[in-house]
């Protein structure tokens, strides 16, 4: 069964501060990977979606993420947060059937 | 052009009672998905409708639950007999016909208090 791994439940960081969120996902086939965002009060919002070609993707809001088949890693990348990017960060893999499976999350505080 | 809809955004039910939340997909998308969010947890897959149609229900509770997608109107997630197991969040998401294997567009989210 296809499973989805964050590395991290909650991470703090200052502003102008670099980000890396690990994700590894377990599925052995061709697979579908994305980030979404989930802001205080607000629904899911996607943030980068790969299926093929560049394994490395950029996405709204100055993130970026790497695909690397090797190590079944989709970690997202921004080079300095700010305070508004306090969130929830969901990655999810969406590789057999139509369903996503996601990880459990990254709550995100960003200290002004 | 209107993203997907839920309502309500809260719902307060007892122990025993039913607990009926509704998604109107986006404009032109014709796949339906409910995930439900439980505390300290990611979204769990439940169901995947088309029109008048259940295509995937691995992700749903054998009992108490079920989904439907009529021809017109939206779709409803049906909790029978409410137990405090099912407080969470439910998140419907919709997509078109032709990418549904690529992107999925969430709503708000229904958050269900049982008491």
């Known amino acids: 069964a296809q499973s989805v791994s964050q590395h991290n439940h909650h991470v703090i960081l200052s502003e102008a501060a670099s980000l890396e969120l690990g994700c590894n996902y377990s599925?052995?086939?061709?697979?579908?990977l994305f980030w979404y965002v989930q802001y205080p009060g607000q629904h899911l919002q996607l943030l980068l979606k790969?299926?093929?070609?560049?394994?490395l993707v950029k996405g709204i809001k100055g993130f970026e993420a790497e695909f690397i088949k090797s190590k079944f890693s989709f970690n997202l990348r921004k080079p300095s947060v700010q305070w508004s990017d306090t969130a929830e960060y969901f990655c999810a893999v969406h590789g057999n059937g139509n369903k996503l499976v996601f990880g459990a999350g990254t709550i995100l505080r960003v200290k002004s | 052009n209107a993203g997907v809809m839920q309502n309500p955004r809260h719902l307060v039910r007892r122990r025993g009672q039913e607990a009926r939340l509704r998604c109107s997909p986006m404009?032109?998308?014709?796949?339906v998905y409910w995930y439900r969010q439980l505390p300290e947890e990611g979204l769990k897959f439940m169901v995947y409708l088309q029109k008048e149609n259940i295509i995937d229900e691995s992700g749903m509770p054998k009992e108490r639950f079920s989904a439907e997608f009529p021809k017109e109107g939206p779709s409803i997630l049906r909790i029978q007999q409410v137990v405090r197991g099912d407080s969470a969040a439910y998140f419907c998401a919709s997509s078109p016909p032709d990418r549904s294997a690529y992107e999925q567009y969430f709503g708000p989210g229904t958050r269900l208090t049982v008491t």
């Open positions: 404009k032109g998308h014709s796949h």
């Open positions: 599925y052995g086939g061709t697979v579908n």
């Open positions: 790969y299926f093929s070609g560049d394994p």
